[in-house]
Nanobody, 116 residues
């Protein structure tokens, strides 16, 4: 059974940091490209960052470049999103995604709220 379980969300003040984790099981993790998406209230889900299965440079949406870092640990079947210098506009539900060809798996999401 495929599972992606996000954790690490919460309430943080502007300028603060959070580290999201997504633990995967039920598929060959190392063969999949991994992504973090987010969806704010009333907005469409957007791609935040992704990292390919074979390494190489990750990609980021412009609004998080220099602040967020995606990484993967294939030995632990886990993908991370380190988020620094958080701003209120980063408030959203964050989802991890694993994809390979036509297969795409989603986690249930974790809430990140940036507020003073």
């Amino acid at each position: 059974q495929v599972q992606l379980v996000e954790s690490g969300g919460g309430l943080v003040q502007p300028g603060g940091s959070l580290r999201l984790s997504c633990a995967a099981s039920g598929f060959t993790f190392s063969s999949y490209a991994l992504s973090w998406y987010r969806q704010a209230p009333g907005k469409e889900r957007e791609l935040v960052a992704d990292i390919r299965s074979a390494g190489g440079s990750p990609n980021y949406v412009d609004s998080v470049k220099g602040r967020f870092t995606i990484s993967r640990d294939n030995a632990k079947n886990t993908v991370y999103l380190q988020m620094n210098s958080l701003q209120p506009e980063d408030t959203a539900v964050y989802y991890c995604n694993a994809r390979r060809f036509s297969r795409s798996y989603w986690g249930q999401g974790t809430q990140v709220t940036v507020s003073s």
